[in-house]
């Protein structure tokens, strides 16, 4: 069984809204720090979002401040991404992993995004 499995992914216009889900197995706390990564074609996997170990606070990168939001919801174990006003350059498979360090057997297989018109 998966210890992450990443959902919600899909094709969007540009400006269009997705919100990307992150269902953890028992042996995954999403309590812990938790991010939202993605790799698009050809680049180097990147942290997009974070959420702190225990507490609210989050971060982002600068490519997506103001447009993405980061939650979880300890009661089912879930890590989500609320992701809105979207780029064509968001295009990329979107992954949920342990941050700032991911953790190299948590990877999932991820879910897709693709922004186009």
């Known amino acids: 069984q998966a210890l992450l499995t990443e959902s919600g992914g899909g094709w969007v216009q540009p400006g269009e809204s997705l919100r990307l889900a992150c269902s953890a197995s028992?042996?995954?706390?999403?309590?812990?720090?938790m991010g939202w990564y993605r790799q698009a074609p050809g680049k180097e996997r990147e942290l997009v979002a974070r959420?702190?170990?225990?507490?609210?606070?989050?971060s982002y990168a600068d490519s997506v401040k103001d447009r993405f939001t980061i939650s979880r919801d300890i009661a089912s174990n879930t890590l989500y991404l609320q992701m809105n006003n979207l780029k064509p350059e968001d295009t990329a498979v979107y992954y949920c992993?342990?941050?700032?360090?991911?953790?190299?057997?948590?990877w999932g297989q991820g879910t897709q995004v693709t922004v186009s018109s």
């Open positions: 959420i702190l170990s225990g507490r609210p606070e989050t």
């Open positions: 028992k042996r995954v706390s999403v309590i812990s720090g």
């Open positions: 992993n342990t941050a700032p360090t991911p953790r190299r057997t948590y």
